[in-house]
């Protein structure tokens, strides 16, 4: 049976850290001067004539590390429960072997080429697909070359979790892919992430014991005759109030109060005056380098008046023992998840228990 190390190709060793490139080719006494690219090509060309047990110290590194992340949840249970032993015992047996498919024989449609068995229930499937065209042109020539992009699908066949680690619109192709498998009626429906959450980056953020560093919103109110007086009688307001602090002189923001009152009429009566301050903005962002947004109290004032589409939420995890802080960004449209940390095996795992398989929150 295939293991992690024997579906690791040549994409996925430049995608490491140049600090783990140096640390395996030390171990393997190899030379350890030049680019991260330097660094994986030496590792790729030793382990060409499949002696691939140096790789297995990253072996939890080697298919994660900077990487989306969309969950898919599979309709029939049983019918996925029978993809292992589908792809064991067919025509080429993807658990024992590496089909090699040449780069122009690529198409955008992907390829299945390998697969890995992590435990009795989970498993590991690499796709291939050509992503592009690259164009080259030497003299009078032109030269046109395929892009191939190698993806890693991960799967629980007891949970019936399928996770695809490539952006949004890939991770469609991939699972679509998967669903074509065989005469299994395999069918897929894709596992939202904020919903369980109330579209709350922050009710993410507790889940995962972490802190929301960066959020992305838009406004709940939209006044769609809001006008440019309205828009400077709040200027006027707030000038006012810069000036009162200033000089404490309470005459230009009682008259600035009083003229906005008679500018607005109901409307300042049924919106609060924070969310007329939001009012007419496409989109507003805010970030902390210390610490969390929440208790900020500009964030805290703003917030009961937006709607999140997304965020940046930070976390720690411990890996090799060492605590380590990791961040994700969260999407509302695409419903995924990006590691901009590089993050290993039970890094994704931490997230996905509690993203996608124990969700267990309390919206408030």
Not at 34 to 53: E, P, V
Request: aromatic residues 8%; charged residues 25%; contains cysteine.
């Amino acid at each position: 049976m295939n293991k992690v190390t024997d579906i690791t190709f040549l994409p996925d060793l430049i995608k490491l850290p140049k600090e783990s490139l140096k640390e395996i080719c030390t171990d393997l006494r190899l030379d350890t001067t030049g680019t991260s690219f330097d660094l994986a090509q030496r590792l790729w060309d030793y382990i060409a004539d499949g002696n691939r047990d140096g790789l297995e110290s990253l072996e939890n590194r080697l298919l994660s590390g900077k990487t989306s992340v969309a969950w898919f949840k599979a309709v029939d249970l049983q019918a996925l429960r029978g993809l292992k032993k589908h792809l064991i015992d067919g025509e080429h047996n993807f658990f024992g072997n590496v089909l090699t498919i040449e780069a122009s024989e690529l198409t955008s449609e992907p390829k299945l080429i390998a697969a890995a068995e992590l435990n009795e229930n989970e498993i590991l499937l690499r796709y291939v697909y050509n992503s592009g065209n690259r164009r080259t042109i030497s003299g009078t020539q032109v030269f046109t070359t395929p892009k191939s992009e190698i993806t890693t699908a991960y799967l629980n066949l007891n949970e019936g979790i399928v996770e695809i680690r490539t952006d949004a619109k890939n991770a469609t192709k991939i699972a679509s892919a998967i669903t074509k498998i065989g005469d299994l009626d395999i069918v897929l429906e894709p596992k939202a992430i904020l919903a369980p959450f109330g579209n709350d980056v922050e009710q993410i953020a507790s889940a995962l014991n972490g802190e929301l560093i960066d959020a992305t919103s838009t406004p709940e109110l939209d006044l769609e005759d809001f006008t440019e007086e309205q828009a400077q009688a709040i200027l006027n307001i707030l000038n006012a109030l810069n000036s009162y602090f200033d000089d404490e002189s309470e005459t230009e923001l009682i008259e600035s109060l009083k003229n906005a009152s008679e500018t607005f009429g109901d409307h300042l009566l049924t919106a609060p005056f924070t969310a007329l301050i939001l009012n007419g903005m496409e989109r507003v962002g805010m970030r902390t380098n210390v610490g969390d947004l929440r208790g900020q109290p500009l964030y805290d004032t703003l917030r009961p008046y937006l709607q999140h589409q997304g965020g940046f939420i930070k976390f720690k995890f411990p890996v090799d023992g060492i605590e380590k802080n990791f961040t994700i960004r969260v999407g509302l449209t695409t419903d995924s998840v990006y590691f901009t940390t590089p993050a290993t095996e039970e890094v994704i795992k931490y997230v996905r228990e509690n993203l996608i398989q124990n969700v267990g929150v309390v919206i408030q």
